[in-house]
């Protein structure tokens, strides 16, 4: 059964401090690895797209890492606005994505 | 574009009655998902189309869910009869086929209360 997990469920940090959001997969065949950001009483949004291992991608201060086993979201200098639910999906066939539990994510300034 | 929009945004019903959630996707679009969102699952795909075609089903909980998409810029989610444990937020989402990296648009969902 493909499965997603997510860790650690929350993480608070302080403004300024760096850290990662890890998403480890068991799936019969990737066909992609996606990050959305959920923020409270909105539908996800999309953050990245990532399609083998050793791929790396940026968007401000985020950067997601794939490796055949899992991926990382590193997030470099967190400010509050970057609070929210970070979110795991593996693409297995067809369009099909199964999403992680989530990272729920508290940046205090 | 207005993005994915969603009708109604919040609907409470009481056990028992016909529900019916609403989705236009982003025009251009030729894929469209359904999602069921709880504190216990997650985020679970339920229903996805390709050109009007419903493709997988596989994850529609039961006889009692439906959905039909009868064209292009419109799609309905039925569940009759409804139950409590339905009680979650029902997230439509469109793609576009020639999209480099797959992105799913998500609408602002529509938050289901049975009583």
């Known amino acids: 059964e493909d499965q997603v997990t997510q860790s650690p469920e929350a993480l608070r940090l302080q403004e300024g401090e760096s850290s990662s959001l890890n998403c480890s997969y068991t799936?019969?065949?990737?066909?992609?690895l996606f990050w959305y950001r959920q923020d409270p009483g909105k539908g996800p949004e999309f953050l990245f797209t990532?399609?083998?291992a050793g791929e790396e991608k940026e968007k401000e201060r985020l950067k997601a890492t794939l490796t055949k086993k899992e991926s990382f979201l590193h997030i470099t200098a967190p400010k509050p606005e970057d609070s929210a639910t970070y979110l795991c999906a593996v693409q297995v066939y067809g369009n099909k994505l199964v999403f992680g539990a989530g990272t729920i994510l508290r940046v205090k300034s | 574009d207005a993005g994915v929009i969603q009708s109604p945004r919040h609907e409470v019903t009481e056990m028992g009655q016909e529900v019916t959630l609403r989705c236009k996707p982003i025009?251009?679009?030729?894929?469209l998902f359904w999602y069921r969102q709880t504190m216990m699952r997650g985020l679970e795909l339920l229903i996805y189309?390709?050109?009007?075609?419903?493709?997988?089903d596989s994850g529609m909980p039961e006889d009692r869910f439906s959905a039909k998409m009868p064209n292009a810029s419109f799609s309905t989610l039925k569940i009759q009869p409804s139950e409590p444990r339905d009680s979650a937020v029902y997230f439509c989402?469109?793609?576009?086929?020639?999209?480099?990296?797959?992105?799913?648009?998500f609408g602002p969902g529509t938050r289901l209360t049975v009583l």
């Open positions: 189309f390709n050109n009007n075609v419903p493709i997988d």
């Open positions: 989402a469109s793609s576009w086929e020639g999209a480099f990296n797959n992105e799913q648009f």
């Open positions: 990532l399609y083998s």
């Open positions: 025009s251009g679009h030729d894929y």
């Open positions: 799936v019969s065949g990737l066909r992609g």
